[in-house]
């Protein structure tokens, strides 16, 4: 039987349900890995580009591993591939724009500055938390961002609501970075830069990722 892959399906969800009830449970983590995978060889393909050797030789490499060593390895290679593509959509929006207009901050607080304003410019769950922010008091803001959040999205959208959440712990780590003037880790300016852009789980889960080195980043200069 072909197997089949997250472009097969009308949506994410449905290419969850697919694997969920066709394919046996210890070998779900790997198809989902594999389909993640073909998600981002879908977008070389859209791009134009041919898949990198080194990618493509190293995934050759790891399918004839056994499990629970394969699907860990799939994965490390997916963030890997991730990395690369973010770096790879950050220089091209770079090339895009004019000497002008593009700049590179002469500090750590001044790259924030321009971060925080390309979110609230581009990132529309960041500008929903940015306007809620600016209009209400100091107190009223955990008593009824919640609600302001069911309103604006709708209270079934609950992908939305749990990213547009995440922006506001994204808010406040940038803040602290910006008052003590902390460079950020690294990739970090690029992966925030398009987490918006990103779909599905894929988008959560570089989320979560990207918040945890930030935090991890403070505590370390915190302890040092």
């Given at each position: 039987m072909t197997r089949k892959t997250p472009s097969d399906f009308g949506s994410h969800d449905d290419w969850l349900t697919h694997v969920r009830s066709e394919i046996p449970l210890p070998e779900q983590p790997y198809a989902l890995a594999i389909g993640r995978m073909?998600?981002?060889?879908?977008?070389?393909?859209?791009?134009?580009?041919?898949?990198?050797?080194?990618?493509?030789?190293?995934?050759?490499?790891?399918?004839?591993?056994?499990?629970?060593?394969?699907?860990?390895?799939?994965?490390?290679?997916?963030?890997?591939?991730?990395?690369?593509?973010?770096?790879?959509?950050?220089?091209?929006?770079?090339?895009?724009?004019?000497?002008?207009?593009?700049?590179?901050?002469?500090?750590?607080?001044?790259?924030?500055?321009?971060?925080?304003?390309?979110?609230?410019?581009?990132?529309?769950?960041f500008a929903l938390w940015s306007g809620y922010k600016s209009g209400v008091s100091d107190r009223s803001v955990a008593e009824k961002w919640d609600d302001y959040l069911a309103q604006e999205l709708g209270p079934h959208r609950a992908e939305e609501i749990d990213f547009t959440r995440s922006m506001v712990e994204l808010d406040r780590l940038l803040t602290l970075?910006?008052?003590?003037?902390?460079?950020?880790?690294?990739?970090?300016?690029?992966?925030?830069?398009f987490l918006h852009c990103l779909r599905g789980p894929e988008r959560m889960a570089q989320t979560r990722a990207v918040l945890g080195t930030l935090m991890a980043e403070l505590g370390a200069c915190t302890f040092a």
């Open positions: 073909d998600l981002f060889r879908s977008f070389y393909r859209i791009q134009g580009l041919p898949f990198p050797t080194q990618f493509a030789e190293e995934a050759r490499r790891i399918v004839i591993m056994q499990d629970p060593e394969r699907t860990a390895a799939l994965e490390a290679l997916n963030d890997l591939i991730f990395k690369s593509l973010t770096v790879y959509l950050f220089n091209r929006a770079q090339s895009l724009t004019s000497i002008d207009e593009w700049w590179t901050p002469a500090s750590p607080r001044r790259q924030i500055e321009e971060l925080s304003r390309h979110l609230a410019q581009k990132n529309p769950y970075f910006h008052d003590d003037n902390l460079p950020l880790p690294r990739l970090a300016y690029e992966r925030i830069w």
